[in-house]
């Protein structure tokens, strides 16, 4: 059984920096293209970034390129999503998923496209 567990969630600063970490057990994580969504309150889930399991294709929702950079260190079976000179507009549930398929670039963004899922952590960005 897969499963996916996410750190790194807390409340920072406006112009702070967080990493968030995915935890993947049950499976190698170089066998996994992995995800990450967020979700506001009342909105819905929307993509941030996902990597192929090959970690040589990334794609990122296009208002989030340059400000956040997802990545995977295959040894530690754990995925990280680096986010840098946050905006309060980016408080929100975060959630790392992960699909056995070599996923495409156009099918990332797609929530319907992983198999797995985590439970969210929380980041607040707030003075």
């Known amino acids: 059984q897969v499963e996916l567990i996410e750190s790194g969630g807390s409340v920072v600063q406006p112009g702070g920096s967080l990493r968030l970490s995915c935890t993947v057990s049950?499976?190698?994580?170089?066998?996994?293209?992995v995800g990450w969504f967020r979700q506001s309150p009342g909105k819905e889930r929307e993509f941030v970034a996902a990597?192929?399991?090959?970690?040589?294709?990334?794609s990122y929702k296009n208002s989030l390129k340059g400000r956040f950079t997802i990545s995977r260190d295959n040894s530690k079976n754990t995925a990280y999503l680096q986010m840098n000179t946050l905006k309060p507009e980016d408080t929100a549930v975060y959630f790392c998923?992960?699909?056995?398929?070599?996923?495409?670039?156009?099918?990332?963004?797609?929530?319907?496209?992983?198999?797995?899922w985590g439970r969210g952590t929380q980041v607040t960005v707030s003075y």
């Open positions: 049950g499976r190698s994580l170089s066998t996994l293209s």
């Open positions: 990597q192929r399991w090959s970690g040589l294709i990334t």
């Open positions: 998923a992960a699909d056995r398929a070599s996923l495409i670039t156009s099918s990332m963004p797609r929530t319907s496209m992983y198999e797995y």
